[in-house]
């Protein structure tokens, strides 16, 4: 079985504030995109992964963590499978490309070893691996709220074309830095984003909606990318 995991964009995030549990609140708008690493199952009596990019063929990553709790939460503790991942979407991007690898391996091993799991719930165990990951289950364009992890379906944006620009920077421990360098000035309330949404679900977004949408690191993220300035 060939699985394509697409990548994700956010057309407006807000970061709402910080959470008792130490996560952030955030209401956000995402849709995948073209962008896609591949996947392969094969037949197999017992697990393993390979993957073509350096690094990345461990128990460390998301795609073996999905199978793990697959096995762990179901009848399928005996089963098996050969995982081949051919990377396409950049690492710590923010295009979610492990959260997206770790959804498709879900959704692809439910088929192949005749789970039969509801969407509903293959969404909550995603919500184990990661707060985008119950997302990508489904895919195509909704609101995430809560962490993330709660999310409800939009239509689709038009066919819009949008330009990825990924600089060749990296930053250890990205997401959490980035949170980090948040102040409360930068916290907002999501209504941006909820007006958004409210055009996408009437069909009438247009690309002036996502320019006149919201995203909390514009501030903070030149502070830990200097290159991207130059970049924009």
């Not at 994700?8 to 609140?25: A, F, T």
């Not at 990553?61 to 050969?82: I, P």
């Not at 979407?89 to 959804?103: F, K, M, N, V």
């Amino acid at each position: 079985m060939l699985v394509l995991a697409h990548a994700k964009i956010n057309l407006s995030l807000e970061v709402i504030g910080r959470r008792p549990d130490g996560y952030h609140e955030v209401v956000t708008v995402l849709h995948t995109i073209g962008l896609a690493d591949r996947l392969t199952f094969a037949p197999s009596d017992f697990l393993s992964l390979q993957c073509d990019v350096p690094g990345l063929s461990n128990e460390k990553n998301l795609v073996w963590q999905a199978a793990l709790l697959l096995q762990r939460e179901t009848t399928a503790s005996s089963m098996g499978v050969a995982l081949t991942l051919e990377k396409h979407i950049p690492e710590a991007s923010g295009l979610g490309g492990g959260s997206s690898d770790a959804a498709a391996t879900l959704m692809a091993l439910n088929t192949l070893w005749g789970l039969k799991l509801t969407s509903a719930t293959l969404r909550k165990l995603a919500a184990e691996l990661g707060s985008d990951v119950p997302f990508f289950v489904k895919g195509g364009c909704a609101i995430g709220t809560g962490r993330g992890e709660v999310v409800n379906s939009l239509p689709p944006a038009p066919a819009w074309w949008a330009v990825v620009l990924r600089p060749n920077v990296s930053l250890p421990n990205k997401t959490a830095r980035l949170y980090g360098l948040l102040t409360e000035a930068d916290f907002t309330d999501g209504s941006a984003t909820r007006a958004l949404a409210s055009r996408l679900r009437r069909g009438i977004a247009t690309i002036a909606d996502v320019a006149a949408a919201s995203n909390s690191f514009e501030r903070v993220a030149p502070k830990a990318f200097p290159s991207l300035a130059k970049a924009r």
